[in-house]
């Protein structure tokens, strides 16, 4: 059966310097983990200052998600994802305005997609995507965390699956242990 345990690292670095140290890629999972050893090593030593904290969790983390099916939206119409309100317009002029053509439900979806992965809130909470005009919202943050994110519609154009995120499992179980380094 899977864990998880789950790493914070609070530095007193920058973000890209960070970067620069870790050399983060996916297709470079031991150069990254020899990066990230060698970065504990220089907290633990002094190097570098930070705090970390650790969780463990009794299950791998799976992602909450929900959909939304969009079936001949028009101009006005809206979705909430939490406290933000996108509204589908014909002339969109800001960051939660969605356009909206009426020629299909999949141009519609895409275009409302497009606005909520951009939105510079909502798109680090969750992932959307669309097929055939059903857009699919995915947690960015894998576990139980997932299943607070509320979503929906007030018009009978638009229909959410549940009012939350569901499905949303596994991550951290307690709470963090901090360990302070280098100072």
């Known amino acids: 059966m899977a864990s998880s345990i789950v790493l914070t690292i609070q530095s007193d670095e920058t973000q890209a310097f960070n970067k620069q140290i870790l ?20 907290m ?4 570098h200052r930070a705090t970390v904290d650790v969780q463990t969790g009794s299950a791998a983390p799976v992602a909450a998600s929900g959909t939304l099916t969009l079936v001949s939206v028009i101009a006005t119409d809206v979705i909430t994802i939490g406290p933000v309100t996108f509204t589908f317009t014909s002339s969109p002029s800001v960051e939660t305005d969605i ?3 009426g020629a299909t ?9 497009a606005a909520i992965n951009l939105h510079s809130t909502v798109g680090q ?36 699956a549940a009012a939350n995120l569901t ?3 596994g991550g951290v179980t ?8 280098g100072l």
């Open 44 to 47: 633990s030593g002094g190097a």
């Open 23 to 42: 050399q983060l890629s996916s297709t470079q999972n031991k150069e990254m983990a020899r990066n990230l050893s060698s970065l504990f090593k220089a």
């Open 174 to 181: 307690e709470a963090a242990t901090t360990a302070n380094l």
């Open 125 to 160: 909470v969750v992932l959307a995507t669309n097929v055939a005009g059903v857009i699919t919202l995915t947690a960015l943050q894998e576990g139980v965390v997932g299943n607070f994110v509320s979503y929906g519609s007030v018009d009978s154009t638009i229909t959410a």
């Open 167 to 169: 499905s949303g499992a």
């Open 99 to 101: 356009e909206v053509d």
């Open 105 to 113: 439900d999949t141009d519609d979806a895409a275009a409302a997609v």
